[in-house]
């Protein structure tokens, strides 16, 4: 038996359906905050994500030639992606420009529970607003999402000047070296990372930033930076709106064309891939050809959410399974018909079962069996059976179409 690839999964109907749903409502989320949908190939040239996502990123990358020679490469993330399509197709667009997507992404990540190699990101990009009012909407929005799928979860908000002050002596590479440390919360390469650098006197101010409470205890640790005033607004903006998030100053971001505001998400009944949120503002356009825009996003571990909210009971509404005898095929075709114009989910059989079997089998799944024989096709009528009580009765096809829809409405 062929088994599908690892770290992949297979949907059944069920699943797809809640899936469909939490979907849906964090689509109505963005919506309603002016966040439109776009789309992007499932492949694009392996360039586009090797400029500035980081090592991390890259070496986990689905990368092919193509029959042509280029080096193509499924998508890890949908950013580096929607800002080619802005710098594209969307530079004369005014600003703002709020964009949303619902895509799969890919990495070749060792899989567990949480941890896919394809994988659903639910995320929004806001092009061309560089203020503290920006920053607090993308927040907000990633909040509201989330609140809107009925996870529970804790929202982080830091950002990266006070870290990279911090670390501003060190070369580039020592600062990627160490961020990626912290991005992953990896504690003891942390400290071998900076042993191994003689850099032991950072050990303590980086634990103190990742702990503050306050912001105004983050400038004591790492002294002032110019974005101290954006950073304040920001932290001010939410707070104004009632947003619950505590300061975490110890956020790295495992990308690495985060510019400064870094957020993350955390859902409370996960283990170890319990990060279902990520984001921050990042400048990416002018790398592919465009204006040096700022930019502020994030996307939501839309797997990750799932298996945080786990299954739950699914309302499928009314089913109606329409039975008929071999001469009552043509007039049950007409019924079902009719009950689907008026919006019933409506089952004929295929399968040449006689009577009984045709109701037995809808008793299975089915509210109502309507019944079709000679007797029905001759007075233009069905008969109605309710799957539920046992109970039948000939009526017409508008009263019993009429009862099913009571049903629903109860
Ligand atoms: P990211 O943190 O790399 O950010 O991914 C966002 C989210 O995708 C993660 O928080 C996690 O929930 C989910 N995720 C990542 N890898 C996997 C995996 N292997 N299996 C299941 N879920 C996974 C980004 O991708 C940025 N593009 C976010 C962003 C948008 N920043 C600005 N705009």
Redesign the pocket.
Known sequence: MLQKPRGTRDFLPDEMERRRLIEGRMREAVRRWGYREVCTPDFEHLELFTMKSGEG?IQEMYTFEDKGGRQMTLRP???AAVLRMYVNEGKVLPKPIRWCYFAD?F?Y?RPQK????Q?W?F???LIGADTASADAEVIMLADEALQSSGVTFDLHVGHLAPMKHLLSDLSPEDQRMIMACLDKRDQNALSAALEGRGLTHLTEPLAALSECQTVAEVFEIAGDVPERARIEETFALLDSQGIEYRPDFGIA???DY?TGMVF??FARNLGA?N??????T?RLAHLFGGDDVAS??????F??VMVSIGDFPLELGTVVGVVCTPEARERALEVARAFRNAGVRTEVDLMGRGMGAQIAHAAKAADFAVVLGKREVDAGTVTLKDLHTGEQQEKSLEEAIAEVARHGDR
């Open positions: 990123i993330e949908v950013t992404c990495r990540e949480g941890r896919y190699r994988f990101q995320g929004v990009e971001r495992g990308l985060y993350e998400g891939e990060q279902i949120l990520g984001g921050g990042y502020c996003g994030f996307a939501i571990g797997d990750r």
